[in-house]
């Protein structure tokens, strides 16, 4: 059974700095793999979605990075904002049964 | 505007009173899903249709039915609420993998109490 893990769980940086999340999981057999974005009490907003055969899509101050052997994926944000914080989830589309399974997101808290 | 609307946004019910959230996109996407948020638990899919009349159990199904009989419609069904599925809920649609699998939109939530 696919398990979806993102670390760390929270995360507080000063404003302007560039950081990165992890995203793994279990099972390579994946078709893409998707970054969101979650306000408190809001609904979900994709960032960026990488599919099976890239290696990497950019948006921004965003670049996430997908290396499917290994089971790993990292959102990188450059030059953090306040504005930045929220919760980001990373989630993969199964090939055998289009399941799709979350990770349990990490808290980023970009201080000014 | 493209957007997957869910309805009611806030509910407050009780036990064993049947209720339906309803889930509507405009894109013309042919998969649609159901997802529950819980802290500490993240989300987790509920069922899930790739097309018209097809439907398939998510990793947490049971207590919910689902429908699809039209492309932009995919309500979800509670016949008798417990309050073990007071939850936050979403509704996603995407294109599905066969057409090249874009991006899950979601809709804004439903927040579910069950009494």
């Known amino acids: 059974k696919q398990e979806v893990t993102q670390i760390p769980a929270a995360l507080s940086v000063p404003e302007g700095e560039n950081l990165v999340l992890n995203c793994s999981f279990t099972?390579?057999?994946?078709?893409?793999l998707q970054w969101f974005r979650q306000d408190p009490g809001k609904g979900l907003t994709s960032l960026l979605l990488?599919?099976?055969?890239?290696r990497e899509q950019t948006s921004g101050r965003l670049n996430a990075s997908l290396d499917k052997s290994s089971g790993r994926s990292t959102l990188y944000i450059a030059a953090s904002q306040p504005g930045d914080s929220a919760t980001y989830l990373c989630?993969?589309?199964?090939?055998?049964?289009?399941?799709?399974?979350f990770g349990k997101g990490t808290r980023l808290h970009i201080l000014p | 505007e493209a957007q997957v609307t869910q309805n009611p946004r806030y509910l407050i019910t009780v036990t064993g009173k049947k209720l339906t959230v309803t889930c509507s996109q405009n894109m013309n996407h042919e998969y649609m899903s159901w997802y529950r948020q819980d802290p500490g638990l993240g989300l987790r899919q509920i069922y899930y249709?790739?097309?018209?009349?097809?439907?398939d159990k998510g990793d947490v199904p049971e207590g919910y039915k689902v429908s699809r009989k039209e492309k932009r419609n995919f309500p979800l069904i509670l016949e008798s609420p417990s309050p073990n599925q007071t939850s936050l809920y979403f509704c996603a649609s995407s294109s599905g993998r066969v057409a090249g699998a874009n991006v899950l939109t979601f809709g804004a939530g439903s927040r579910l109490t069950v009494l």
């Open positions: 249709s790739m097309n018209v009349e097809v439907t």
């Open positions: 989630a993969v589309l199964m090939n055998r049964d289009d399941k799709i399974i």
């Open positions: 099972d390579s057999a994946i078709y893409n």
């Open positions: 990488i599919q099976s055969s890239q």
